[in-house]
C-alpha cells in the first residue's frame, strides 16, 4: 500500500501562484508514473498532468503553459507548480502514482486530495 503525504493548496487570487507537492512513500515496487488529477465542483475527475521516472509528461491543454510538473525520483516526489491561475482552476487536486501497467491492469493508487480555491 502507497501513502501519501501532501501539501500546498490553499486560497490564491487570480493570477497568482501555488506549488502542490506530494511524496508517496510504502510501496514495494518502483512509482513508474506520477502526477496530478483534479476534480472541480461537480465535474468529472481529470487529468492535469504526469510525468514518468524518464521525465516524460504529459499536460493537459487546459493547463499548458501554465502549468509544470516535475518529480524527485530520489525521494518520490512530484511537484506542481500552478502560475496564472484562473477561478476554473478551482478543484480538488489529487495526487496519483502507478507502481506497475500488466496485461493492461494499472497498479495504482491515490492521494487524500487537497483543495485548491482562486477567487478573489
Known amino acids: 500500500q502507497v501513502q501519501f503525504v501532501e501539501s500546498g493548496g490553499g486560497l490564491v487570487q487570480p493570477g497568482g501562484s501555488l506549488r502542490l507537492s506530494c511524496a508517496a512513500s510504502g510501496s514495494s515496487f518502483s512509482i513508474y508514473v506520477m502526477g496530478w488529477y483534479r476534480q472541480p465542483p461537480g465535474k468529472k475527475r481529470e487529468l492535469v498532468a504526469d510525468?514518468?521516472?524518464?521525465?516524460?509528461?504529459n499536460v493537459a491543454d487546459a493547463v499548458q503553459g501554465r502549468f509544470t510538473i516535475s518529480r524527485d525520483n530520489g525521494n518520490n516526489t512530484v511537484y506542481l507548480q500552478m502560475n496564472s491561475l484562473k477561478p476554473e482552476d478551482t478543484a480538488v487536486y489529487y495526487c496519483?502514482?502507478?507502481?506497475?501497467?500488466?496485461?493492461?491492469?494499472?497498479?495504482?493508487?491515490w492521494g487524500q486530495g487537497t483543495q485548491v480555491t482562486v477567487s478573489r
Open positions: 510525468i514518468t521516472t524518464g521525465g516524460s509528461r
Open positions: 496519483h502514482v502507478i507502481t506497475g501497467i500488466t496485461n493492461g491492469v494499472r497498479y495504482e493508487y
